[in-house]
Protein backbone atom coordinates (compact mmCIF):
# COMPACT_ATOMS: atom_id res chain seq x y z
CA UNK A 1 0.00 0.00 0.00
CA UNK A 2 1.01 3.49 -1.18
CA UNK A 3 1.87 5.76 1.90
CA UNK A 4 3.96 9.40 1.63
CA UNK A 5 4.36 10.68 5.23
CA UNK A 6 5.30 14.54 4.89
CA UNK A 7 6.37 16.78 8.15
CA UNK A 8 8.66 19.23 9.42
CA UNK A 9 6.52 22.24 8.70
CA UNK A 10 5.74 24.95 11.09
CA UNK A 11 5.50 28.60 12.17
CA UNK A 12 8.38 31.02 10.85
CA UNK A 13 8.91 33.99 10.60
CA UNK A 14 10.15 35.96 7.25
CA UNK A 15 13.53 34.96 6.12
CA UNK A 16 14.05 32.12 8.49
CA UNK A 17 14.45 28.43 7.22
CA UNK A 18 12.69 25.20 7.69
CA UNK A 19 13.42 21.12 6.36
CA UNK A 20 10.56 19.16 5.24
CA UNK A 21 10.44 15.55 5.06
CA UNK A 22 8.47 13.15 3.37
CA UNK A 23 9.19 9.38 4.29
CA UNK A 24 7.55 6.48 2.08
CA UNK A 25 6.53 2.96 3.11
CA UNK A 26 7.96 -0.13 2.00
CA UNK A 27 5.72 -0.50 -0.85
CA UNK A 28 6.41 3.45 -1.55
CA UNK A 29 8.69 3.31 -4.61
CA UNK A 30 11.14 6.39 -3.65
CA UNK A 31 13.32 4.99 -6.37
CA UNK A 32 11.56 6.87 -8.80
CA UNK A 33 11.77 10.71 -9.55
CA UNK A 34 10.06 12.83 -6.45
CA UNK A 35 8.34 16.13 -6.13
CA UNK A 36 7.41 18.43 -3.58
CA UNK A 37 4.12 20.65 -4.16
CA UNK A 38 2.16 23.17 -2.20
CA UNK A 39 -1.31 24.16 -2.01
CA UNK A 40 -2.14 27.98 -0.43
CA UNK A 41 -5.06 28.57 1.46
CA UNK A 42 -7.30 29.19 -2.15
CA UNK A 43 -5.78 28.14 -4.54
CA UNK A 44 -4.98 25.31 -6.55
CA UNK A 45 -1.90 22.87 -5.94
CA UNK A 46 1.60 23.76 -7.97
CA UNK A 47 4.64 22.20 -8.19
CA UNK A 48 7.69 23.30 -6.25
CA UNK A 49 10.69 20.56 -7.12
CA UNK A 50 11.85 17.36 -8.52
CA UNK A 51 15.06 15.18 -8.10
CA UNK A 52 15.37 11.85 -10.04
CA UNK A 53 15.80 8.79 -8.52
CA UNK A 54 19.65 9.25 -7.82
CA UNK A 55 19.76 12.53 -6.14
CA UNK A 56 21.94 13.76 -9.47
CA UNK A 57 19.74 15.93 -10.96
CA UNK A 58 17.22 18.25 -9.66
CA UNK A 59 15.00 21.35 -10.72
CA UNK A 60 12.79 23.91 -9.30
CA UNK A 61 9.70 26.14 -9.90
CA UNK A 62 10.73 29.88 -10.55
CA UNK A 63 9.43 31.00 -7.40
CA UNK A 64 11.72 29.15 -5.35
CA UNK A 65 14.89 28.97 -7.29
CA UNK A 66 17.94 29.67 -5.36
CA UNK A 67 15.97 29.47 -2.19
CA UNK A 68 15.18 25.53 -1.75
CA UNK A 69 17.01 22.72 -2.05
CA UNK A 70 15.32 19.25 -2.34
CA UNK A 71 17.19 15.95 -1.74
CA UNK A 72 16.87 12.43 -1.03
CA UNK A 73 17.99 9.19 1.26
CA UNK A 74 17.07 6.19 -0.83
CA UNK A 75 18.22 3.70 2.20
CA UNK A 76 16.04 5.74 4.31
CA UNK A 77 12.88 6.14 1.64
CA UNK A 78 13.27 9.98 2.19
CA UNK A 79 13.07 12.99 0.40
CA UNK A 80 13.31 16.38 1.57
CA UNK A 81 13.14 19.93 1.04
CA UNK A 82 15.14 22.17 2.60
CA UNK A 83 13.52 25.90 2.22
CA UNK A 84 15.71 29.37 3.30
CA UNK A 85 15.06 32.73 2.93
CA UNK A 86 11.28 32.04 3.63
CA UNK A 87 8.41 34.55 2.56
CA UNK A 88 4.95 34.92 3.74
CA UNK A 89 3.97 33.90 -0.10
CA UNK A 90 5.53 30.38 0.62
CA UNK A 91 3.00 29.84 3.32
CA UNK A 92 0.89 26.25 2.24
CA UNK A 93 0.14 22.81 2.91
CA UNK A 94 3.40 20.94 1.32
CA UNK A 95 3.07 17.53 0.36
CA UNK A 96 5.41 14.96 -2.08
CA UNK A 97 4.70 12.62 -4.97
CA UNK A 98 6.10 10.97 -7.47
CA UNK A 99 6.64 13.19 -10.91
CA UNK A 100 4.58 12.20 -14.00
CA UNK A 101 8.00 12.58 -16.27
CA UNK A 102 11.23 14.01 -15.78
CA UNK A 103 11.08 17.23 -16.55
CA UNK A 104 7.33 17.41 -15.96
CA UNK A 105 5.60 19.40 -13.15
CA UNK A 106 2.80 16.90 -12.88
CA UNK A 107 2.58 14.12 -10.03
CA UNK A 108 2.53 10.79 -10.40
CA UNK A 109 -0.05 9.45 -8.53
CA UNK A 110 -3.50 10.19 -7.57
CA UNK A 111 -2.90 9.55 -3.66
CA UNK A 112 -1.80 12.17 -1.40
CA UNK A 113 -0.32 12.17 1.92
CA UNK A 114 -1.90 14.41 4.69
CA UNK A 115 0.78 17.07 4.21
CA UNK A 116 2.47 19.40 6.66
CA UNK A 117 1.97 22.95 6.68
CA UNK A 118 4.50 25.95 6.59
CA UNK A 119 3.40 29.14 7.79
CA UNK A 120 5.66 32.13 7.27
CA UNK A 121 4.88 35.25 9.54
CA UNK A 122 5.66 39.06 8.08
Known amino acids: QVQLVESGGGLVQTGGSLRLSCVGS????????MGWFRQAPGKEREFVAA????????YYADSVKGRFTISRDNAKNTVYLQMNSLKPEDTADYYC???????????????WGKGTLVTVSS
Open 97 to 111: NRIRAWGSSDPGMDY
Open 51 to 58: INWNGANT
Open 26 to 33: VRTPTTYS
